[in-house]
């Protein structure tokens, strides 16, 4: 019998995505189903029969963590015949906003507020709905269902759901269940054999693209290797592939790394800082697209879920630039008229003050890192660090005033050579720090500074006498400029003659003149005359158990309907912001106000045996009060409209009194935005 038209076109069309599926399968895949939709706008669909149905049901998920992925949620309805509905997840962004308008009243029972809708049906075995999403993952691939974090569903719950899907959706033979957090990874282990089940790990493997800071920008398309960057410094004007992830970059209008990064290494902060375009792309540094770009100007935009780079003019890159060079900042200049050592409690005056206009009276005495420091004794038990002083801005200009060094610095910044060549710069720059460095410190400071050490450590006050002296300048953790990574600590004992403090205090001194702070103020047009070198005071951690940086919210949800904590840890002291290469932290989404606290591990330390984790459930959670207590405490000086959160700095050591092993928060200070930000 001779097939019809239409009947050859499927079958041709079969043909074709057998032959070319790796390329196509998204539309290829169920090649025996029809769309159910035509276009038109609707609440939810009972099926998805083709790559377009996804597209008009599908948004991007709350949880950007694994990049280049659509999501439709799923609601089934226990009480309707466990009747299952793809969500328009366009138009309604959370389960309650469809359930509440769609499947409330006419005959079904009533959905209640918000508050009871979460607390019910992400918790209760007797809940309504069952809850989820599929979604598909571009790089790897990958079709799979997916339950919240914190979801306690039960085995057969996800069973139920997972065949309906399977049923109803033209992907249905390719789906796999992804267990979003350990608890619900260890519910999985329970599904029946025949329901594939695939982690977070795997579906990492395929992926090559990885969004840091969404943003657009041009320059100069530029290839560096690490081993060059040491004597190489990058073009401000330029756009730069780098072979690996460097600690830190001076100023350059976009980064591309052939290596993934953490989301708050050093650069992907400074990418924030400066609004400009941040991505990892696998095998990047032998791209034949980027290579056949090199030495161009380009315009290179970071997406979501895709970048895009084209060649521009010069012309039409300098226009770029004169109409999106940052303003000027304004840094409040330093305040050198306040002296002495100052307890970490007197820091801010809370008593006079509100914390906002505290921090703003401290910030140009004590410098950003000892002002927010501050705060942190008012937050009782539930912060524990390490007791702290202040050496506040005015010891560092008697410094400069009483060697002379004043006068060189503001020669140095009418030089025209220094201004145009980065050689020079560089060079005079490392003479101003050997010069602040040699110069003798203030042997009364040095006398203060020895004293209170040594006798808080006979009070008792101090576990040792070996202490870390910190940066703290009035031009970092400030609106509009993080600061991170720009300076220099030092550690010092003084009883140690191998290790001086006059010798540690200078040398955080000079970091002030160091050629990536100098770049980071120039990009911003921040008087340099203008910025002084306060330190933080505390005992050093020599042998730290584990250590980590911590955001307290959830950078990879813009929307703000999925709060949580993003930590990234690493045992010992190893760098958490800048791995050896070959070397993994821990890092975890940790939504401590949800029931059961579920954490999320996106990556797990290589440092650690497989299964295991640098932090234990009791040390996560003691984690998890201090940064609720730091996050609660400066929202009404940061909260505001946006995204808001605090970057903090931990680790975990004994206590030298007891040999117990606690959390010390080290530093809390603003976070500059989203991760992925708009």
């Given at each position: 019998?001779?097939?019809?038209?239409?009947?050859?076109?499927?079958?041709?069309?079969?043909?074709?995505?057998?032959?070319?599926?790796?390329?196509?399968?998204?539309?290829?895949?169920?090649?025996?189903?029809?769309?159910?939709?035509?276009?038109?706008?609707?609440?939810?669909?009972?099926?998805?029969?083709?790559?377009?149905?996804?597209?008009?049901?599908?948004?991007?998920?709350?949880?950007?963590?694994?990049?280049?992925?659509?999501?439709?949620?799923?609601?089934?309805?226990?009480v309707d015949d466990s009747k299952l509905h793809f969500q328009n997840s366009q138009q309604y962004a959370i389960h309650w906003e469809f359930a509440s308008q769609n499947l409330s009243g006419d005959g079904l029972p009533i959905v209640p507020a918000l508050g009871q809708f979460n607390a019910t049906e992400y918790y209760s075995p007797d809940r309504r709905f069952i809850l989820g999403a599929v979604t598909y993952y571009a790089e790897p691939d990958q079709w799979v269902y997916e339950i919240s974090p914190y979801d306690t569903a039960d085995a057969a719950m996800i069973e139920t759901a997972f065949r309906k899907i399977?049923?109803?959706?033209?992907?249905?033979?390719?789906?796999?269940?992804?267990?979003?957090?350990?608890?619900?990874?260890?519910?999985?282990?329970?599904?029946?054999?025949?329901?594939?089940?695939?982690?977070?790990?795997?579906?990492?493997?395929?992926?090559?693209?990885?969004?840091?800071?969404?943003a657009t920008s041009m320059g100069r398309l530029e290839f560096y290797t690490a081993f060059e960057l040491q004597t190489t410094p990058p073009g401000f004007r330029e756009i730069v592939v780098l072979d690996g992830v460097p600690n830190d970059i001076g100023v350059v209008m976009g980064i591309i790394t052939n290596a993934f990064q953490t989301p708050l290494s050093h650069i992907n902060v400074l990418s924030q800082n400066r609004g400009t375009p941040n991505m990892a792309l696998v095998g990047s540094f032998e791209n034949e697209e980027l290579r056949a770009l090199e030495g161009k100007w380009v315009e290179l935009t970071v997406g979501a879920n895709e970048y895009?780079?084209?060649?521009?003019?010069?012309?039409?890159?300098?226009?770029?630039?004169?109409?999106?060079?940052?303003?000027?900042?304004?840094?409040?200049?330093?305040?050198?008229?306040?002296?002495?050592?100052?307890?970490?409690?007197?820091?801010?005056?809370?008593?006079?003050?509100?914390?906002?206009?505290?921090l703003q009276e401290a910030l140009p005495v004590f410098g950003g890192k000892a002002s927010h420091y501050g705060a942190i004794p008012s937050m009782g038990d539930a912060v524990p660090h390490p007791i702290a002083f202040a050496v506040p801005v005015h010891y560092y200009d008697a410094h400069m005033e009483r060697h002379g060094l004043?006068?060189?610095?503001?020669?140095?910044?009418?030089?025209?050579?220094?201004?145009?060549?980065?050689?020079?710069?560089?060079?005079?720059?490392?003479?101003?720090?050997?010069?602040?460095?040699?110069?003798?410190?203030?042997?009364?400071?040095?006398?203060?500074?020895?004293?209170?050490?040594?006798?808080?450590?006979?009070?008792?006050?101090?576990?040792?006498?070996?202490?870390?002296?910190?940066?703290?300048?009035?031009?970092?953790?400030?609106?509009?400029?993080?600061?991170?990574?720009?300076?220099?600590?030092?550690?010092?004992?003084?009883?140690?003659?191998?290790?001086?403090?006059?010798?540690?205090?200078?040398?955080?001194?000079?970091?002030?003149?160091?050629?990536?702070?100098?770049?980071?103020?120039?990009?911003?047009?921040?008087?340099?005359?203008?910025?002084?070198?306060?330190?933080?005071?505390?005992?050093?951690?020599?042998?730290?158990?584990?250590?980590?940086?911590?955001?307290?919210?959830?950078?990879?949800?813009?929307?703000?309907?999925?709060?949580?904590?993003?930590?990234?840890?690493?045992?010992?002291?190893?760098?958490?912001?800048?791995?050896?290469?070959?070397?993994?932290?821990?890092?975890?989404?940790?939504?401590?106000?949800?029931?059961?606290?579920?954490?999320v591990y996106i990556q797990h330390s290589s440092l650690v045996p497989e299964g295991e984790t640098v932090l234990s459930d009791d040390q996560l959670y003691e984690l998890g009060v201090a940064l609720d207590a730091v996050h609660k405490t400066f929202m009404p000086v940061y909260g505001g409209d946006g995204f808001y959160g605090m970057d903090t700095e931990f680790k975990f050591d004994k206590d030298p009194l007891t040999d117990e092993v606690h959390v010390y928060l080290k530093q809390a200070r603003p976070y500059p935005g989203w991760a992925a930000s708009e």
């Open positions: 019998m001779e097939l019809n038209i239409v009947t050859r076109l499927q079958t041709l069309v079969s043909i074709l995505c057998v032959a070319v599926s790796l390329l196509v399968l998204p539309a290829c895949k169920g090649e025996s189903w029809e769309c159910v939709l035509d276009g038109t706008e609707v609440p939810s669909s009972a099926q998805i029969g083709c790559w377009d149905d996804v597209l008009q049901l599908a948004s991007a998920p709350l949880d950007a963590s694994i990049p280049g992925a659509r999501s439709v949620k799923t609601v089934i309805d226990r399977q049923e109803n959706a033209y992907f249905g033979e390719d789906l796999a269940f992804h267990p979003t957090s350990a608890s619900v990874e260890r519910v999985a282990a329970e599904l029946p054999e025949d329901i594939p089940v695939i982690t977070t790990k795997e579906l990492f493997k395929g992926i090559t693209y990885q969004p840091l800071n969404l895009s780079i084209r060649e521009v003019t010069q012309a039409e890159a300098e226009t770029w630039w004169e109409e999106n060079k940052p303003e000027p900042l304004e840094v409040r200049p330093m305040n050198t008229e306040v002296s002495g050592l100052w307890d970490e409690g007197d820091i801010l005056d809370l008593e006079t003050y509100s914390l906002g206009d505290a004043w006068p060189i610095a503001e020669a140095m910044l009418q030089d025209e050579g220094f201004r145009g060549d980065p050689a020079i710069r560089a060079q005079k720059l490392g003479e101003l720090r050997d010069m602040i460095e040699e110069a003798e410190v203030d042997p009364e400071l040095v006398r203060l500074v020895s004293e209170k050490i040594n006798t808080g450590y006979e009070e008792g006050l101090y576990p040792q006498t070996r202490f870390r002296f910190r940066s703290s300048t009035n031009a970092e953790d400030v609106s509009g400029f993080n600061g991170a990574g720009l300076y220099t600590s030092k550690s010092g004992d003084p009883n140690d003659a191998d290790d001086p403090v006059a010798e540690a205090i200078a040398t955080v001194w000079a970091s002030l003149w160091s050629d990536r702070a100098f770049a980071e103020r120039e990009y911003y047009s921040i008087d340099h005359l203008k910025i002084g070198m306060a330190l933080l005071c505390h005992r050093s951690f020599p042998d730290e158990l584990a250590n980590g940086v911590a955001i307290t919210n959830n950078i990879y949800d813009s929307s703000g309907l999925d709060p949580a904590f993003y930590i990234n840890v690493q045992k010992g002291e190893q760098s958490v912001v800048f791995p050896a290469p070959g070397v993994s932290t821990d890092q975890i989404i940790y939504y401590f106000d949800r029931p059961n606290q579920p954490a």
